[in-house]
């Protein structure tokens, strides 16, 4: 690179297409998709129409490309968060920054880069701090575009000659960010300020070599510095693969015609989408409701104004128009608090982007396009919309995974509607309970822990089988757990047991899919701290069509135990909880039970022998449970995905125990119990219409809990629409308001 | 165009493909005409005879009266009332909001504490069927799940008048 090139103040021409800056094509670009309602203002797609397979033998190449790049660069990492479990994905951008393909894996991250890059361009990088061939950028930042800033993107331009083609994007999980708590999705801040390592949007290298000073930074902000280190070098491999991919597909097909091909293949994206939706869903009025607790009143590692309980509510409303434009709208939603869960836009988006991409539009290309026909309106001041830079978004997934299930479910209507069955499901399980902490590790170094078994929760169940068992996160279509042996390399806890949960999937005609449970024996550590994340006393993974929501969940690590005793006189121990009305972890270890549901927790801390029990959840059931087929749930109870004594409580379906434990229908029972339970129900309900009655005097005279009352005070307060419908709907007062107890 | 025959849809709308026929269809573009197959498919499953126009979930559909009226009708018989409002408000309800009726769907600790979240169920008043749950903190709204623009659908995205 000449000198030259490189100085403040000097005049350097133009990177972007036809001698323009960057931000003049970014600026271009947005104009015309505003006048025109079309990417760049593409009216056809001359390229794909004159020439469809060569159209297609690009889009195949660049694909290729990037899967190898992930698939490659995978393998440079040493953490399992990344290397086993596929916590990374690469896509190439326009030069203003709008997608174009992507690679498997955690693809929400496909728009969030997305963002990043056009931060730069409109903060004039062109200019200062430049951007030229054999650059480094790297970005964490939420507020610019990002989940949480433990997800770390890594930038590299693309240039032909002296042109910048696009840029190369990755993303990778990083076990540890430097936050107030250790973890990647720490549970404890309660402002920006301790979320860890900020990298804003930074240029940390030149002639594709990593500045050292960004290096030494990095290593010494964060509490496991290796694995950080080669987290960076698989990013900036995968980028530099990418490069070559894009360098030998423009070398092939020409410049211009790459150009156009970029063009075009998002334009047809956003055709694509909206035509998915005529094609998938129905026009109309769709509307969904998430809510998660935080229970941090009386927690004594935070600050008093953030030792509170609170609710948090995600009211998903989608408008389906007769053009087959896709609008969301979370108008209703409640504040941003003082704790990590809270989202900036560019995640609210990113996880409305990996959703769509999983369930409206698989068999197309995704890209940028699908962004462009979609629009949104996450309401300021809202937890989806902070408008506050000091807020903490550290655990953005906490609340941003139960949020979204309402639009699974919303779908799913429109699918079952259109006979697309295939596609319908219930809520996705949540990615709980988060096992995190830090300290030493058994090897006498600092260790940071986020256990990635969370990326196996039960799948939905479905319209025409039951859930996926254990298979996959709503983040990532291509989770895995990774072998138990990789965990304990990694954290100072062996496992005493890994198993199938019994009852954590919803209950339906078809089944969520199930959770696991493993248990974990502090090991040889001097100095570590654990907390508990997950959801507890509210449901998150709601049923649909009469199946009921996933079991919820709750807290059983246990100090103070006689666990090495009792293995050192060859007494016996357990390897699961199993049925916590009676568990077999309460029965076989003497210590101090914390057996509850207060399932968040401030990091606390654990010594040699405790145990820490961690079960993931499942997902929402679907349909009626009355009419499962009664040999499935033979097969749940034998399989141990079904305690024998919910098979009559909640299926009508009476068993018969052999004398080797093994169970079988009794049909005759069976259909006698689902007679009679069908009584029950006629006989314990209520026209809804006098329940409404009855509520809405529980709701005049304020009969709630105060964390309630405040949420729905908030949400009204935040807007006035929704005020509005809540007041209507219980004939309420038109400036009624909840009052509180002392100090709220 | 992809199309299948109606035993294939059959078998998909009964859970009976096999694992590797489901995920043959999750994988290739959507048959353009499935809708109508699926509508053919549920009239002929009916004990009425009123015109199905729009199926809400595996009881409930949206049908054409005689006189003009669209309401949502139960599978059994039993009608709720026009479409565009809210068939759950005309539905029966039973609250799941103690420890001892959430024990009978979930053991001890594995459901939600019902000061601070219950579990409503809607049943059909004819056949007591369980048509929806909704797991919401106590006081909040009766959800309004899907109110579907038929006239647009039908006029604008199929092309045919309702």
């Known amino acids: ?744 | 165009m992809t199309t299948y025959d109606i035993k294939t849809l059959e078998n998909l709308w009964e859970g009976k493909l096999s694992a590797g026929e489901l995920r043959g269809i999750q994988s290739k573009f959507k048959d353009r005409d499935r809708f109508w197959k699926f509508l053919d498919y549920c009239q002929a499953r009916v004990p009425w005879t009123e015109k199905i126009l729009l199926p809400l979930q595996p009881h409930l559909y949206i049908v054409q009266k005689p006189d003009g009226q669209r309401v949502v009708k139960c599978d059994c018989g039993h009608e709720f009332g026009d479409y565009r409002n809210n068939w759950k408000l005309e539905a029966r309800v039973f609250v799941r909001d103690s420890d001892e009726t959430l024990r009978e769907i979930y053991p001890a600790l594995m459901h939600s504490d019902p000061e601070w979240m219950i579990l409503r169920e809607f049943y059909c008043p004819g056949c007591y069927s369980l048509l929806e749950t909704e797991m919401v903190p106590p006081g909040y709204p009766i959800l309004f799940d899907f109110q579907p623009d038929l006239e647009v659908f039908y006029r604008d995205w199929l092309g045919k008048a309702l």
């Open chain 1, 1 to 744: 690179m000449p000198e030259a090139h490189r100085k403040f103040g000097v005049e350097r021409p133009p990177i972007g297409w036809e001698g323009k800056r960057l931000r003049e094509m970014l600026e271009e670009s947005e104009r015309a998709f505003e006048e025109t309602g079309r990417y760049c203002g593409i009216e056809r797609l001359s390229l794909k129409e004159s020439d469809p397979i060569r159209y297609e033998k690009i889009f195949a190449k660049l694909r290729g490309g990037l899967v190898n790049a992930r698939e490659t660069a995978m393998n440079i990492s040493a953490s399992p968060i990344v290397k086993e479990v596929g916590e990374l994905c690469f896509a190439f951008y326009t030069p203003e920054g709008d997608s174009v393909a992507l690679s498997t894996g955690i693809i929400v991250h496909v728009h969030t880069m997305s963002d990043a890059i056009k931060f730069m361009i409109w903060h004039d990088y062109e200019h200062n701090p430049c951007v030229s061939p054999g650059d480094i950028f790297t970005n964490n930042d939420p507020d610019i575009g990002d989940v949480h800033n433990a997800d770390v993107q890594t930038f590299v331009p693309v240039f032909w000659k002296k042109e910048l083609i696009g840029w190369a994007g990755g993303v990778t999980h990083v076990i540890d960010i430097g936050a107030a708590t250790p973890g990647s999705v720490p549970v404890g801040p309660t402002s920006r300020y301790e979320d860890g390592l900020q990298l804003t949007a930074l240029k940390i290298g030149e002639e594709d070599t990593v500045y050292r000073d960004h290096e030494l930074r990095c290593e010494r902000a964060v509490r496991t510095p290796m694995y950080w280190k080669l987290d960076e070098r698989t990013r900036i491999a995968g980028c530099h693969m990418i490069r070559d991919a894009v360098e030998t597909i423009v070398a092939d097909e020409g410049l211009d015609t790459f150009k156009r091909f970029m063009r075009e293949v998002i334009e047809e994206g956003r055709r694509a989408f909206i035509d998915r939706i005529k094609e998938l869903t129905i026009p109309g009025r769709y509307a969904a409701s998430s809510f998660f607790a935080n229970q941090y009143k009386n927690e004594p590692g935070l600050p008093p104004h953030a030792q509170v309980d609170t609710v948090m509510h995600a009211p998903t409303v989608v408008t389906i128009s007769s053009g087959g434009e896709f609008h969301l709208s979370m108008d209703g939603a409640s504040p941003w608090g003082y704790h990590s869960s809270n989202c900036t836009p560019s995640a609210m988006q990113g996880a409305l982007w990996v959703l769509l991409s999983q369930t409206v539009m698989p068999n197309d290309k995704v890209n940028g396009g699908a962004y462009l026909a979609t629009r949104s309106f996450f309401p300021p001041g809202t937890w989806a919309n902070p408008q506050n830079l000091a807020v903490s978004t550290g655990a953005a997934w906490g609340f941003l995974i139960p949020a979204f299930t309402g639009l699974f479910r919303l779908l799913a209507r429109a699918f079952w509607a259109r006979g697309y069955h295939e596609e319908v499901m219930a809520s996705y399980g949540m990615t709980m309970n988060a096992l995190q902490g830090g300290g030493t590790n058994h090897l006498g170094k600092p260790c940071s822990i986020l256990n990635f078994e969370i990326s196996t929760v039960g799948g939905g169940a479905c319209a025409v089988k039951d859930g996926l068992d254990y298979a996959a996160a709503m983040w990532n279509p291509e989770g895995d757990m990774a072998d138990v042996e990789i965990w304990e390399i990694l954290e100072p806890m062996l496992y005493l047991g890994r198993r199938v949960k019994p009852n954590t999937a919803g209950p339906g005609k078809y089944r969520g899919g199930s959770g696991f449970e493993s248990l974990r024996m502090v090991w040889k550590t001097v100095d570590l701290v654990l907390q508990n994340a997950g959801d507890g006393i509210l449901f998150s993974s709601a049923g649909i069509f009469g199946g009921y929501p996933a079991a919820a969940g709750y807290r059983h690590n246990v100090h103070e135990t006689d666990l090495i005793e009792r293995a050192g006189a060859g007494k016996p121990y357990p390897v699961r909880e199993y049925d916590p009305e009676h568990s077999e972890l309460k029965g076989l270890v003497k210590g101090k039970h914390c057996f509850d549901k207060r399932t968040v927790t401030y990091p606390h801390p654990f010594k040699q022998g405790d145990l820490y029990l961690s079960w993931l959840r499942g997902g929402g059931g679907l349909g009626d449970s009355l009419e499962r087929d009664p040999k499935l749930v033979e097969k749940d109870v034998n399989q141990g995905f079904l305690l024998p004594r919910y098979a009559a409580k909640i299926y009508g379906v009476k068993l018969i125990e052999d004398s080797a434990g093994s169970h079988c229908v009794d049909w005759e029972g069976t259909q006698e119990l689902r007679k009679e339970m069908r009584k029950t129900r006629a006989q314990r309900s209520v026209p809804t219409r006098d329940y409404i009655a009855s509520e809405r005097r529980r709701v005049r005279e304020a009969r709630l809990v105060d964390p309630i009352k405040q949420c729905y005070n908030s949400c009204m307060k935040l807007s006035p629409q929704w005020a509005k419908q809540y007041r209507e709907f219980w004939d309420l007062p038109s400036d009624f308001a909840f009052s509180l107890g002392d100090g709220l």
